[in-house]
């Protein structure tokens, strides 16, 4: 199963939901991080075996130019509160394959998501 990194953009709201779907997931709060710099988030993702679901598109940068992250998950969804986002992440997680996020950068909009292998 696929495990999943929130940043600190996402409310610990989402954390809980995430597992009330079955997903393995913890966020940088929980691991006394939460002021944690870009490098450190990408270095507790990448070192944890983690995809690193976030708004930050700082992270799709540094993904593309080392491609050594399990995955990223980037939300374009606004505006940012869980009652707009959890309906959007539980359709999206309800219809991909944990498989399709291995490797891939994941983008998830209001009607649409793109998954692009790199």
Not at 1 to 15: E, F, V
Not at 38 to 67: C, N, Q, W
Not at 81 to 107: M, N, Q, S, W, Y
């Amino acid at each position: 199963m696929i495990k999943l990194l929130l940043d600190q953009n996402l409310s610990p709201k989402t954390t809980s939901f995430l597992r009330d779907l079955g997903w393995d997931v913890v966020d940088l709060r929980e691991l006394g991080r939460a002021a944690a710099s870009d490098e450190e988030v990408y270095g507790l993702a990448k070192g944890e075996g983690r995809v690193l679901v976030t708004y930050d598109l700082d992270f799709s940068r540094r993904y593309m130019a080392h491609r050594d992250l399990p995955g990223l998950i980037l939300l374009r969804v606004h505006p940012q509160t869980v009652e707009v986002l959890h309906p959007i992440l539980k359709d999206f997680l309800r219809r991909v394959k944990p498989e399709e996020l291995e490797g891939a950068i994941a983008t998830v909009e209001p009607h649409r998501y793109r998954i692009r292998r790199v």
